[in-house]
């Protein structure tokens, strides 16, 4: 099974700011196979990127994710208010299971 | 437009089952996979398991497996969960997401409490 982690737990920043999440693999997610979801509080989680660097039906161009076999980034150019919120990591390779890093909170500084 | 509308909140005691469907519209049913994804109360997300919409194949989540069974409707476009036995640490939202590699839509959730 391949473990996620991501990193900070917490990201404390403002907005305008830039944000940058990390998520590391224990072995190398094939074909890029990582995806990053938003959730916010009360709410289902919401497709922010898949292929580690396509961005989902609707999703502002703000976002935008890159990296490769163990390493990944998530990185959001100019934070907005309702962007505040919680950040996972995801692995859907060729085999079961899926697993989820277990998450960034991004707050108001 | 896509949506997936899971059942209402459930109460059940501990050792009892569980069963939570998910009901699809606005694509085709058997194109997709449905995952099961839980979240206990201040935690992460914990992917349960998967079943294919076209053949009703399945994969679990080592952890769960004995205990939960993934099965689909193609007549009414409606995906189930079934968690037998349950205990209080199965206590968390339930989630049913579209599956074609990355989960793109989601339920709203079911929120199940186990508690005696």
């Known amino acids: 099974e391949i473990v996620l982690t991501q990193s900070p737990g917490t990201l404390s920043l403002s907005p305008g700011e830039r944000a940058t999440l990390s998520c590391r693999a224990s072995?190398?997610?094939?074909?890029?196979?990582l995806a990053w979801y938003q959730q916010k509080p009360g709410q289902a989680p919401r497709l922010l990127i898949y292929?580690?660097?396509s961005r989902a039906t609707g999703i502002p161009d703000r976002f935008s994710g890159s990296g490769s076999g163990t390493d990944f980034t998530l990185t959001i150019s100019r934070l907005e208010p309702e962007d505040f919120a919680v950040y996972y990591c995801?692995?859907?390779?060729?085999?079961?299971?899926?697993?989820f890093g277990q998450g960034t909170k991004l707050e108001i500084k | 437009q896509v949506q997936l509308v899971q059942s209402g909140a459930e109460v059940k005691k501990p050792g009892a089952s569980v069963k939570v469907s998910c009901k699809a519209s606005g694509y085709t049913f058997t194109s997709y996979g449905i995952s099961w994804v839980r979240q206990a109360p201040g935690q992460g997300l914990e992917w349960m398991g998967w079943?294919?919409?076209?053949?009703?194949?399945?994969n679990y989540a080592q952890k769960l497996q004995g205990r939960v069974t993934m099965t689909t409707d193609t007549s009414t476009s409606t995906a189930y969960m079934e968690l037998r036995s349950l205990r209080s640490d199965d206590t968390a939202v339930y989630y049913c997401?579209?599956?074609?590699?990355?989960?793109?839509?989601w339920g709203q959730g079911t929120l199940v409490t186990v508690s005696s």
């Open positions: 072995q190398s997610v094939s074909s890029s196979y």
């Open positions: 997401a579209r599956d074609k590699g990355p989960k793109d839509y």
């Open positions: 079943i294919s919409a076209y053949n009703g194949n399945t």
């Open positions: 995801q692995q859907y390779g060729s085999s079961p299971p899926d697993t």
């Open positions: 292929g580690a660097s």
